[in-house]
């Protein structure tokens, strides 16, 4: 399968937006890792961006399960792009 990149932004405010979420957010990622489909993830130290590694069939698939996550949904991540990564090292 192909590895796939994910860039994304948080909104302003991002620590207190996401506390509603938060545990269904996590528990969802810890699906995606046990699926294998999610290698890691996690924010910048400024807690402006994020960055995910996902193992996925199609970008399709990364897509459905970012803007099904409750931070999409819920508009504490903004905006994201997904490159297909070729892994050299």
């Not at 996590?26 to 193992?55: H, M, S, W």
């Not at 996925?56 to 949904?73: G, H, Q, S």
């Amino acid at each position: 399968m192909a590895k796939y990149v994910m860039w994304g932004s948080y909104c302003e405010d991002a620590l207190t937006k996401r506390t509603p979420y938060r545990q269904a957010h996590l528990e969802g990622l810890a699906r995606q890792k046990e699926q294998g489909i999610l290698i890691t993830i996690g924010p910048t130290v400024d807690n402006t961006l994020v960055f995910a590694i996902y193992e996925a069939p199609n970008p399709e698939k990364v897509r459905e399960l970012i803007e099904n996550d409750p931070y999409w949904l819920n508009g504490i991540w903004t905006e994201y792009q997904i490159k297909e990564w070729i892994q050299a090292f």
